[in-house]
């Protein structure tokens, strides 16, 4: 079996990720906090091994986390009211 499709499979079900929910960007998010800010990338990965270990939340990329795709989904912040 060629390699890509084998490392497709294992994160389709092994893994379980929804590959529909994952984007380039969050794979491009990864690997700047990895180079740039490690000790940030670890403390987020053992919280997220934590809650899954705990069983409270939702497992990654799963379609009740409601997290929006990329910063351009999220709403805007709301303007601030003109003082007279």
């Not at 390699?3 to 529909?20: A, F, N, T, W, Y």
């Not at 490690?38 to 939702?58: E, F």
């Amino acid at each position: 079996m060629p390699r890509p499709v084998k490392e497709l499979l294992r994160l389709v079900h092994v893994e379980q990720i929804d590959l529909s929910q994952v984007k380039r960007v969050d794979f491009e998010i990864i690997s700047y906090l990895k180079d740039s800010h490690p000790d940030l990338y670890r403390n987020l990965r053992r919280a997220v091994k934590g809650r899954q270990k705990a069983g409270s939340g939702t497992p990654p990329f799963s379609e009740d986390a409601n997290i929006p795709d990329d910063l351009g989904d999220s709403q805007p912040a709301a303007p601030e009211t003109a003082q007279r």
